[in-house]
């Protein structure tokens, strides 16, 4: 089985070589400085949400190689998570079900869908807030047939009876382990928590045990958190989810043109202000990223899928909460290109590493990565699962 740990050996420089008895191994500079304060700040660490100690920031000598960045370099990494390493082979597709099963008590089976009508929007941003070398730009006239798509996420309960009637093991079971973000981590767990971490991304771990029934890793549930979003699901499992409930995966333009809600160009879902009249509209992290989190907004972790006002189309956390994974693969450059196949119902490039995710999550700040945005757009590869990234379904008319 692949640990995290064991990426140190296939890529980048090994961290003995790097990385000297009293010396930390080596972080983005931006890390370095948040590294040097993490000291202060967990002198101070009751609030929930700080990382478990800074040598685990700053020192681990078991640290993995830097996993990809963004494309163009300019752009952080932030809260978005760090690939899986290794590869399993892949299960045969769930069987389709027409029918709409009966969900587990009093929850739905899937979400409801809300019609989103043929149009025409502006896709992308060139804003001073957007990150260019995530290819959010340029902005364009993008152009879709009418579509239905989730008011919300998939949360625990829905996903819990696809797995209940299709008997379907997800991939972060499979491998045994997924990764979970340091600071919401079952103290119980502790123990199951592998060596290493990624150095641009030091907050996330591998937890064996973690899994979408599990998010915290062993000891943790999803009894009380029934109708928050699935998550340690990853695309392959997002798709398997979809593939049996009739429906499919949004296009990234699907997705966006439904998370903007009617609003041309606005930079959130709702408009331009991240809290219009100090009032919270997303669940996303204040503090000081990744030590300490006030929660300000009323959650460390996931909110409920259905929290907060919806959108103009009726979509609920379209920003925050937890990245969404889209149908595209990614390109930063895909779209620069203008013809049809781009700026009529785009479907993203033929092939590629990686899958579109959107939205942001929880874990993102201003400070350091603004992605709670419709435009806002990052990736990962299609086997790794996390404890910020769910999914929310689409489906023709
Ligand atoms: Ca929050
Ligand atoms: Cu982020």
Known sequence: MSTPADASSSS???????????????????WRKLAAVAGALLADNNEIGVLSTAAEVTTDPTAVAPTRDVPGGAAPAGCCGPARPGSLPQTAAVAASTMRPVGIAGHNAIPTLVEIPAGTFRMGSESAAAFPGDGEGPVREVTLTGYRIGVHTVTNAEYATFVQTSGYVTEAERYGWSYVFDGHINPEARASVMAGSPPATPWWRGVQGASWRAPCGPGSSIDAILDHPVVHVSHHDAVAYSHWCGARLPTEAEWEMAARGGLD???????????????HRCNIWQGQFPFRNTAADGYHSTAPASSFQPNGSGLYNCAGNVWEWTADWFSADWHLTSDDRSRTQPTGPETGTDRV????????HASYCNRYRPAARTHNTPDTSLSHTGFRIAADL
């Open 12 to 30: 980048g420089p090994s961290p003995s070589t790097t990385a000297q008895a009293n010396e930390p191994v080596i972080i983005p500079g931006r």
């Open 357 to 364: 995710t959107k939205g942001g999550s929880f874990l993102c």
């Open 265 to 279: 160009q606005a930079t959130y879902p709702w408009g331009d202000q991240l809290t219009p009249r100090g009032e």
